[in-house]
C-alpha cells in the first residue's frame, strides 16, 4: 500500500524537467509569428501607395494628353478664323506683327517680320519652320515666350474642352509653324507622299501641355493641311503626321 505514493513521486519528478524548456519556446514563437504579420501589413500598404501613386500618375498624363489634343484642334481653329483681324491680314505698310498666310503672295512679308524679329523667330505662336522637328520637351518650354496661350485668340464655348480646366495657368501652348508646299522637296513639306490636290502652305501645329503633377509634360504635333484644294476630297483639312512625345 505504501509504494503508490512512491510512484506518483518518482513520475512527477521524471516530468519536471521538461515544464520549463516547453513554456520558452512560445514566447519567441508569438515574436516572431508578430513580425513576420507585421512584415507583410507593412508590404501590403507600400504596394497599395506604390499603385496608386502610379495610378495618379496615369491619370494625370491622359488628362494632359487630351488637353494637348485639344489645344491642337484650338489652334486649327486659329489659322481658319476668318475675321478681319491683323492676326489674319498683313496689316497697312510698315506693320510688325505676325499674320497667317492665306497664299505664297504674304508668304515673303511674313517670313521678313519674323526674321527679323529679336529672339525666337516667333510672334504669339504664329513660327518660321524649323530645319527639323524638334524632339525634346525641354526645347519647347524655352519657346514658351513666343506662344500662342490657351482662349488667347480662340475663346472656347462654355464647357468645352474641359481638360483645360485641370490645367494651372501658364503650363499649355500651341505654335503653328508655315511651311510651303513644295512637291520638288519632300524634306521640306516632311515627307508627304502623296499630293493632296495643289495647296500652298502646310502647317505644323505643336502643342504643350503640363499636367498637375511637375513631371508631367506632353508635346503634341501634327503637319496639317487646313484645305486640301482637292474637289474629290470636299477640300477638307488632313493630317499627314502625328507624332508625341511624353515626359
Given at each position: ?38 512584415t507583410l501589413v507593412l508590404s501590403l ?66 517670313t521678313a517680320r519674323l526674321q527679323h ?131
Amino acid at each position: 500500500m505504501r509504494s503508490a505514493p512512491h510512484a506518483h513521486t518518482w513520475a512527477h519528478s521524471q516530468r519536471k524537467p521538461w515544464a520549463p524548456s516547453t513554456r520558452g519556446w512560445v514566447l519567441p514563437v508569438l515574436l516572431l509569428l508578430m513580425a513576420l504579420m507585421g512584415t507583410l501589413v507593412l508590404s501590403l500598404w507600400r504596394s497599395a501607395i506604390t499603385r496608386e501613386s502610379l495610378a495618379r500618375a496615369d491619370a494625370d498624363r491622359l488628362q494632359a494628353r487630351q488637353a494637348a489634343r485639344a489645344l491642337i484642334r484650338e489652334a486649327q481653329r486659329d489659322i481658319q478664323a476668318s475675321t478681319p483681324e491683323s492676326r489674319h491680314s498683313p496689316g497697312a505698310e510698315g506693320s510688325t506683327q505676325a499674320f497667317y498666310p492665306r497664299d505664297m503672295a504674304d508668304w515673303p512679308r511674313l517670313t521678313a517680320r519674323l526674321q527679323h524679329a529679336s529672339g525666337l523667330a516667333c510672334q504669339q505662336g504664329i513660327c518660321l519652320s524649323l530645319t527639323s522637328p524638334e524632339t525634346g520637351v525641354a526645347t519647347w518650354v524655352s519657346r514658351l515666350s513666343g506662344a500662342a496661350s490657351p482662349g488667347q485668340f480662340m475663346p472656347r464655348a462654355s464647357g468645352a474642352d474641359s481638360a483645360f480646366t485641370q490645367l494651372y495657368p501658364g503650363t499649355a501652348a500651341y505654335w503653328v509653324e508655315l511651311l510651303p508646299f513644295d512637291t520638288d522637296n519632300l524634306s521640306t513639306s516632311s515627307r508627304i507622299e502623296v499630293t493632296p490636290g495643289r495647296p500652298s502652305l502646310v502647317y505644323r501645329i505643336t502643342a504643350y501641355a503640363q499636367g498637375r503633377l511637375a513631371g508631367t509634360r506632353v508635346v503634341q504635333q501634327v503637319l496639317w493641311l487646313a484645305n486640301t484644294q482637292a474637289p474629290e476630297r470636299a477640300n477638307a483639312p488632313r493630317v499627314l503626321q502625328w507624332r508625341e512625345w511624353l515626359e
